[in-house]
């Protein structure tokens, strides 16, 4: 079975600071995204990445970056955390289709 | 872009009884539609999916229908159970694992026993 790893279940953050999210897959996907879930808006992309060191702007990308050095982890940066990033983040991989997704990062930005 | 739209968003059923979730999509291009069960502190997983070329797929218990022409797709859930409580998303997009794929904003399915 694929295995998509997220770091952290829970993370608490003050508001300016730096966040790093991580994400492992141990499936050797070549594609990896990030989404964050929000309630009565459904899972939005923020960026994927389709190849190590490629990436691609998804719907919502603004106050976000992100960092694919490895073909099996993907990370998202929150470069100065903002109160309106609290949400629940999750990951995914696929080769092909479907994805396969992590049990996600709930953020809390205070 | 493709936009999505999922309806309803809640959703409570007596156990055995059958649920249906009703999806749209905008972009005709679209030609891969999952679906994603969501069950609580865990991530979406895939419960069954349609491409276009098949107007219909079962899986047991699980169906869903796909209607090209009027860009519309269901799941049906029939005899539902406990443990088909969850949140439930709909999605489309052009097959291949490189493309973005566009979500509906979720079901919250509660089967009361």
């Given at each position: 079975?694929?295995?998509?790893?997220?770091?952290?279940?829970?993370?608490?953050?003050?508001?300016?600071?730096k966040v790093f999210l991580e994400c492992v897959q141990d499936m050797d996907h070549e594609n990896m995204f990030w989404y964050r879930q929000d309630p009565g808006l459904g899972l939005r992309l923020i960026y994927f990445s389709y190849d190590v060191k490629m990436k691609e702007k998804g719907d919502i990308p603004e106050g976000y970056s992100v960092s694919r050095e490895k073909k099996e982890r993907f990370s998202l940066i929150l470069e100065s955390a903002s109160t309106n990033q609290t949400s629940m983040y999750l990951c995914a991989s696929t080769s092909d289709s479907p994805l396969h997704f992590g049990n996600g990062t709930r953020l809390t930005v205070t | 872009g493709e936009n999505v739209e999922q309806h309803p968003s809640t959703l409570s059923v007596q156990e055995g009884d059958s649920a249906v979730i009703k999806c749209t999509y905008s972009d005709s291009a679209s030609n891969y539609f999952p679906w994603y069960k969501q069950e609580l502190g865990k991530g979406p997983?895939?419960?069954?999916?349609?491409?276009?070329?098949?107007?219909?797929?079962?899986?047991?218990?699980?169906?869903?229908?796909?209607?090209?022409?009027?860009?519309?797709?269901?799941?049906?859930?029939?005899?539902?159970?406990?443990?088909?409580?969850?949140?439930?998303?709909?999605?489309?997009?052009?097959?291949?694992?490189?493309?973005?794929?566009?979500?509906?904003?979720?079901?919250?399915?509660?089967?009361?026993?």
């Open positions: 079975d694929v295995k998509v790893t997220q770091s952290s279940r829970y993370l608490v953050k003050r508001t300016g600071e | 997983q895939l419960i069954i999916d349609i491409r276009s070329n098949v107007g219909e797929k079962k899986d047991q218990r699980i169906a869903v229908t796909l209607n090209k022409t009027a860009k519309h797709f269901s799941l049906h859930i029939t005899e539902t159970q406990p443990e088909d409580s969850a949140v439930y998303f709909c999605a489309a997009s052009k097959a291949g694992g490189y493309q973005k794929v566009t979500f509906g904003i979720g079901t919250k399915l509660q089967v009361i026993p």
